[in-house]
């Protein structure tokens, strides 16, 4: 009997392959302390495959944070297209920031969004870092109608949300009883158990 015949991943799931591994290795060892070895082994391809299709480690780690810019943007247009939103309601808020802590909730992306913001010390990556805030800065300001303060006091929040995932506060609230207070504050139920002891 025949045996049946391997089937070949073609080039652009190769790529999405490699991407999807790119984000797990930035996501722990950040912008500068991931090689593009070190992504090659994680998505079982030669590191020589990885530099011919995607070039140097900055263009790839700019195209795994553009993703994460742009998962962002995409949750919030659900939320914008769900029809007129008025600015001073606080559902319209709850509901972009439900939709923020959802997304959020994938570690690997929020990990990249903040090696990315954090690495702007690289040209090309802080350039793109402060294009992406803006746009995510026009997104809401022009998709709500709300005033330039709303728009920052969001964004302040949400970035907010991104350091409290970073240091993992909400699946350690016994650290400090303070900071719990504030994650509860920050995220409610939705990530943080009520009952510390509920972990």
């Known amino acids: 009997m025949a045996k049946p015949r391997a089937t070949r991943m073609d080039a652009a799931d190769r790529r999405e392959l490699v991407l999807d591994a790119a984000t797990q290795a930035f996501a722990r060892g950040g912008y500068a302390g991931t090689s593009t070895d070190a992504v090659a082994k994680l998505a079982g391809v030669s590191q020589p495959y990885v530099v011919r299709m995607f070039g140097t480690k900055v263009e790839l780690f700019r195209l795994v944070f553009q993703r994460s810019i742009d998962g962002i943007m995409t949750a ?20 972009l920031g439900g939709a923020y802590a959802d997304l959020v909730a994938d570690r690997d992306l929020l990990m990249v969004m903040m090696h990315g913001f954090g690495a702007g010390a690289v040209p090309e990556i802080g350039r793109q870092a402060r294009e992406g805030m803006g746009a995510i800065y026009s997104q809401i300001r022009n998709g709500t109608g709300c005033s330039e303060d709303q728009a920052r006091a969001f964004i302040a929040h949400g970035m907010l949300l991104n350091v409290l995932m970073s240091m993992q506060a909400p699946e350690h609230p016994e650290d400090s009883a303070g900071l719990h207070e504030m994650t509860m504050c920050a995220f409610g139920t939705k990530l943080v158990p009520t009952d510390p002891g509920a972990l």
Request: glycine residues 4%; aromatic residues 10%; charged residues 35%.
């Open 76 to 95: 919030f247009d659900r939320v914008l297209a769900s029809g007129p939103l008025d600015p001073t309601d606080d559902r319209t808020w709850a509901d």
